[in-house]
């Protein structure tokens, strides 16, 4: 058992002493009854009797005792050891964080960690060592979602009755924006205990002069996005509308002629629409984003559908492209990217290496106006994002999570605003109360006695 | 035969009582003044058929009085003498105060003196006397005149429910008032107006009533619990006074003594004193009224 403040407990114990003492000098005034030959009474009686040197009252003075003690043990916050876990770490693993060993060091700084889950776009449970090898990953392009952790968490108290207003809630990540969404405070609220957020180096802290020239894998803007296609390619026009379009000024579109070394200098996307090389496999295990999207659909690596059919449209997320579109291909297996308007995958995603190979089985008409629409461009624009969508890693504060805002790391439960009230004091509390209320039972059952 | 009022009224708890008490007698100790025909011999001697002497003629006596077969008999003027008998009106002053409220819970002295009291009614009506009961209160006293019929019982009852003792009233007055009565009887615990209530029977015995005085006593007056506990004077607010073991027997004493000066007072105004506990059975009590004893069974005077 340990105390929080045991000062309390002195001063239970100097209360106690001046019970016993007053037990032990007490003085009891008797009955008052209504009684009409008073008048012969003598007079001079005292009204009260002094006891000294005797201890009266024991069962009251026990009862009394009891309840001072129940009270100190409440005040000085004393706690009992239990086996409840008392800390839930969840490990930022995805592409947000710049550095994974940072994220191990800042949880081994933690101590003991009964709990630890290491998430990206999904919650793992992990043990320390686990999560060490983890950040030995040479690069990560999944997108973190800390609702995804939180809900882990808090399924990991769901077998837990007791101490779960005791267990504290640690968030190692860089609290990028793009890892929060709406029920992400809503989740920290339901958290019974403590939350704080301990805070690593984001990827987007890197500046643009350490990236180097090669592709980034870390969350960096596109640096250029190429295209290696023949003759007037229709997606070659449209990149070229959407990359002008596009907020950043170092966007640029590129034509390049096939297997240009040179020009692999500062892309960061490659549309290839010809046939793709073992160069372009090379580019792309190192990070960066490889678009095939073969022009001539029916000679390309995509394998062909079992019925061919006409697709009335695509779409990705909200940019939907209303058309006549030839199905007769498929893309290979992978996280769908943009879809036929029945569902089914029209481009995907598939990680390769520090980068990724995006299959686009969507045959684009040169003579129709599809590619110089505004929909179609942004659809173009979303395949040419880099590895595992469009990265925003712009650090959020505490608040955002519910949290006040804190200057260190560290939060502590005051500064989070919950009332902390312990299951032992609680229990100490009540105790103390029914000890009181025993004790006036049995004081009001003397005096009617 | 007493009106009809139903049988759930106060009097029907009183039903055993009279019960007990009937045939019961309360010859009145000297001769009643003249008065309306009634059981007590008087002081007046008429001409009833109850012969009691021969008085020689005197002057001026009653030609009509006089036996005329021994004047024959004899030569010598003789008057027949008969007693008369007269009805004896009873008053009976019943003490309100505070301190007859006690035990407050529970069969006390209130109940106690009102059972008398009726007790005392009925036996008077029985004889043909007329008997009426004051109650005096501190809001003034509530009175039921003398009367012959028996349903005055019922009045009485219903008054008695009526009431309940408070304050620290003096039935000093009401005796004064009631002192004309040929038959008064005070049934009271005296708390508080002993000193003024002596006097005013003092006065109605020097007019020649017949003086009843029963004084009543709480069970735990006269034998206090042991437990230690503060008395509190319901008549007098600021009398507090612990009661223990200590001074329970001075407590005794005192009491003991207060009660025989009362009964020395009365005895000596030739009133019949008679102290009774609320232990003590109503209609032993009232027997003891009626027949002038003025001890209780086991009552060594102390």
Not at chain 1, 234 to 250: I, Q
Not at chain 1, 258 to 268: C, D, K, N, T, W
Not at chain 1, 331 to 346: K, N, T
Request: aromatic share 4%; glycine share 8%; net charge neutral.
């Amino acid at each position: 058992m340990s105390f929080a403040a045991p000062l309390w407990l002195a001063v239970a114990g100097m209360v106690a002493a001046g019970l016993v003492i007053a037990h032990l000098i007490s003085t009891s005034v008797p009955q008052r009854d209504p009684f009409p030959t008073a008048r012969f009474v003598p007079q001079g009686a005292p009204l009260t009797v002094l006891r000294t040197q005797r201890l009266t009252d024991v069962v009251l003075l026990l009862l009394r005792l009891l309840a001072i003690a129940m009270l100190g043990l409440a005040l000085a916050g004393a706690q009992v050891s239990r086996d409840a876990p008392t800390r839930v770490v969840l490990a930022d693993v995805s592409r947000a964080v710049a550095s994974a060993s940072e994220v191990s060091d800042s949880v081994r700084a933690l101590g003991d960690v009964p709990m630890l889950f290491a998430y990206d776009s999904v919650a793992h449970r992990v043990d320390i060592d686990s999560l060490t090898q983890l950040a030995t990953r040479e690069s990560v392009t999944s997108k973190a979602s800390l609702s995804a952790a939180l809900v882990a968490a808090h399924r990991s108290l769901s077998a837990i009755t007791e101490g779960r207003t005791e267990t504290e809630l640690v968030i190692v990540s860089p609290l990028a924006r793009e890892q929060v969404d709406s029920a992400t405070a809503s989740l920290v609220a339901l958290w019974e205990g403590p939350v704080r957020v301990v805070r690593v180096a984001a990827a987007g802290s890197r500046s643009m002069d350490t990236a180097g020239d090669e592709p980034s894998a870390l969350g960096l803007r596109p640096a250029a996005v190429e295209i290696r296609a023949v003759g007037d390619d229709p997606v070659g026009a449209t990149l070229g509308s959407a990359v002008a379009r596009t907020d950043a000024p170092e966007a640029t579109a590129e034509r390049r002629e096939p297997s240009a070394e040179g020009s692999q200098r500062r892309a960061a996307a490659r549309i290839v629409r010809t046939e793709p090389t073992s160069a372009d496999s090379a580019w792309a295990r190192r990070g960066g984003t490889l678009v095939l999207w073969p022009a001539n659909i029916a000679d390309s690596h995509l394998e062909r559908r079992a019925t061919s059919d006409t697709a009335r449209g695509i779409a990705a997320e909200s940019d939907v492209v209303i058309g006549d579109f030839a199905r007769t291909h498929e893309p290979r297996a992978g996280a769908m990217m943009v879809a036929w308007l029945d569902g089914s995958a029209a481009a995907t995603e598939a990680a390769l290496g520090a980068g990724c190979i995006r299959d686009v089985a969507i045959p684009v008409d040169p003579v129709g106006d599809v590619a110089l629409r505004q929909n179609f461009r942004a659809i173009v624009r979303r395949l040419v994002q880099p590895c595992g969508g469009e990265r925003d890693f712009t650090a959020l504060s505490d608040s955002a999570l519910g949290l006040p805002r804190s200057a260190s790391s560290l939060a502590s439960p005051a500064m989070t605003g919950r009332a902390i009230v312990s299951r032992e004091f609680l229990w100490f509390a009540l105790a103390a109360v029914g000890f009181l209320v025993a004790e006036h039972v049995v004081r009001r059952r003397r005096v009617t006695v | 035969m007493l009106r009809s009022g139903g049988g759930e009224g106060p009097l029907v708890q009183y039903a055993g009582l009279l019960d007990a008490l009937t045939g019961l007698t309360w010859p009145s100790a000297s001769r009643a003044r003249a008065g309306d025909p009634g059981a007590h011999r008087s002081t007046r001697l008429g001409r009833s058929p109850e012969f009691t002497e021969y008085r020689a003629y005197r002057p001026g006596d009653d030609l009509r009085r006089l036996d005329w077969k021994l004047y024959g008999r004899t030569d010598r003027p003789f008057l027949r003498i008969a007693n008369d008998h007269a009805a004896l009106r009873t008053a009976i002053v019943v003490d309100a105060s505070a301190s007859m409220r006690f035990p407050v819970d529970g069969y006390g002295k209130w109940e106690h003196a009102c059972a008398i009291a009726l007790g005392l009614t009925a036996i008077a009506i029985a004889e043909g006397d007329a008997a009426g009961v004051v109650v005096a209160g501190a809001n003034g006293d509530r009175t039921i005149p003398p009367r012959r019929r028996r349903d005055v019982l019922i009045d009485l009852a219903d008054m008695f429910a009526a009431v309940t003792p408070a304050g620290s009233a003096s039935i000093a007055d009401t005796l004064i008032r009631a002192a004309a009565q040929p038959r008064l009887v005070v049934i009271s615990d005296f708390l508080g107006s002993a000193e003024r209530a002596i006097p005013a029977l003092r006065v109605a015995a020097a007019s020649g009533s017949e003086i009843f005085a029963v004084h009543v006593a709480a069970e735990a007056e006269l034998d206090p619990p042991a437990r230690t506990f503060i008395a509190d004077d319901p008549e007098e607010p600021g009398m507090q006074r612990p009661l223990s073991a200590d001074n329970r027997d001075a407590y005794l004493a005192a009491f003991a003594e207060w009660r025989s000066t009362i009964a020395s007072a009365l005895h000596g105004m030739n009133a019949s004193y008679v102290l009774t506990s609320t232990a003590e059975p109503v209609r032993d009590a009232v027997r003891r009224v009626v027949a002038g004893h003025a001890a209780m069974p086991g009552d060594t005077g102390s």
